[in-house]
């Protein structure tokens, strides 16, 4: 059984910075692309950032610049760190990551995290 379990989420005021963390566990033999996700209220979920196993990212437009996504695979841990957080930033975000278990070594299940709250408000 995969677990990821985000953390880190709050309120910040405009222009404030935050840092999610995203912690994989179970039963894990190895983890390939990871990923931020975020849905605000009525809108569909999106891709903040990814990065595969080899550290190669990749932001969304809307937040080039301004947030900085990492990992550490021998912990089987994500980053996110956001800086010059606008009120368009508010949603749960979402960790994802495709993982492949013990059980099966040569295959990838995909996962999601339970999903943290940001919210970006004077």
């Known amino acids: 059984q995969v677990r990821l379990v985000e953390s880190g989420g709050g309120l910040v005021q405009p222009g404030g910075s935050l840092s999610l963390s995203c912690a994989a566990s179970g039963s894990i033999f190895r983890v390939n692309d990871m990923g931020w996700y975020r849905q605000a209220p009525g809108n569909e979920r999106e891709l903040v950032a990814s990065i595969t196993s080899g550290s190669r990212t990749y932001y969304a437009d809307s937040v080039k610049g301004r947030f900085t996504i990492s990992r550490n695979n021998a912990k089987n841990t994500m980053s996110l760190q956001m800086n010059s957080l606008k009120p368009e930033d508010t949603a749960v975000y979402y960790c994802?990551?495709?993982?492949?278990?013990?059980?099966?070594?040569?295959?990838?299940?995909?996962?999601w995290g339970q999903g943290t709250q940001v919210t970006v408000s004077s």
């Open positions: 994802n990551a495709d993982v492949s278990p013990w059980g099966a070594p040569g295959t990838f299940y995909n996962h």
